[in-house]
């Protein structure tokens, strides 16, 4: 039987942000603000996500002269499916908390 | 207050870019990045720190949370060598020297300081200084139990337990240390968060 993923709180704020506009690119300091998570927590979580595959990142050339190109991120295919049943689990959990471990 | 949190930022994020290794070198050009478009200077730098913090501990982790350890229970020792040292000298409360001859502060005080210069400079990876230290705290504490055996002191037998535990301190620290080596040297090691 396959080891089941243990999924942090922080992580499935990030995947379900990205889910919410999948095709769209995020950056960084954008995805911080957007699930309120600090730099030094979200960070390894796209770099974890990014080693396993869940998330396309590229670089984006600088809008304004003199300034460094910008990494932007967007789930991949495997990256959406995972965000996908994290959402479900977790709308199960919430919808069902009789069935919750005492 | 600008100024000077435009300075820490900058600060942060060389030093990011500086200890960013090929593993992460790329990561930490992105967060770099992030940080040049934040406006807000206090807002930067929480952010620069927070990704110098996510470089740092993709590298090792486990090395910076053991020498921190290691470290922060060296200075401790010394922190309590120092105390016995001052307490013999008659200067801490409590203290009795009445029957303490001058060596023995001036054996304390040395020991504690090699601790602590152990343990400042684990904590600040720097590794040859602190196998310095802890060879030099290593000689001192046989000086100071020899001199207690042969000078046959009222004080020999708990100078031994105190010598008897730096020894097992000591012993710790170069067994700590030499894994803390073997993981900066060793095989590259992800965070897996």
């Known amino acids: 039987m396959a080891r089941r993923k243990n999924i942090s709180q922080q992580t499935r704020k990030v995947l379900s942000k990205l889910l919410e506009s999948p095709n769209d690119w995020w950056h960084g300091y954008d995805l911080s603000k957007a699930t309120g998570l600090k730099s030094g927590t979200l960070y390894p979580i796209l770099v974890r996500l990014h080693d396993q595959g869940f998330l396309i990142s590229d670089w984006q050339e600088p809008t304004k002269p003199g300034r460094p190109p910008r990494h932007i991120y967007r789930l991949s295919p495997s990256g959406v499916a995972l965000a996908e049943t994290q959402r479900l689990e977790q709308r199960g959990t919430q919808t069902s908390p009789q069935e919750r471990p005492a | ?193």
């Open chain 2, 1 to 193: 207050m600008a100024k000077l949190d435009r300075w820490l930022t900058n600060t942060v994020v060389r030093h990011m870019l500086g200890h960013a290794d090929k593993t992460n070198r790329e990561w930490a050009l992105a967060m770099a990045a992030e940080v040049d478009e934040i406006a807000a200077d206090a807002e930067a730098l929480l952010f620069a720190l927070g990704c110098w913090r996510a470089v740092l501990f993709s590298q090792r982790e486990w090395v910076i949370w053991a020498s921190t350890g290691l470290g922060a229970m060296l200075i401790g020792w010394a922190g309590a060598k120092t105390y016995f040292a001052l307490l013999i000298a008659g200067i801490a409360p409590m203290a009795d020297s009445s029957i303490v001859p001058p060596w023995v502060v001036v054996w304390a005080g040395t020991a504690g300081t090699a601790y602590c210069v152990a343990g400042l400079a684990i904590v600040f990876s720097r590794w040859w200084v602190a196998m310095a230290a802890l060879f030099a705290a290593l000689v001192v504490n046989g000086a100071g139990y020899g001199t207690s055996v042969l000078t046959d002191t009222e004080l020999t037998l708990w100078l031994m337990a105190i010598a008897g535990e730096d020894y097992f301190i000591w012993t710790c620290a170069v067994l700590a240390l030499g894994g803390l080596a073997w993981l900066r040297h060793g095989p590259a090691r992800r965070m897996t968060v």
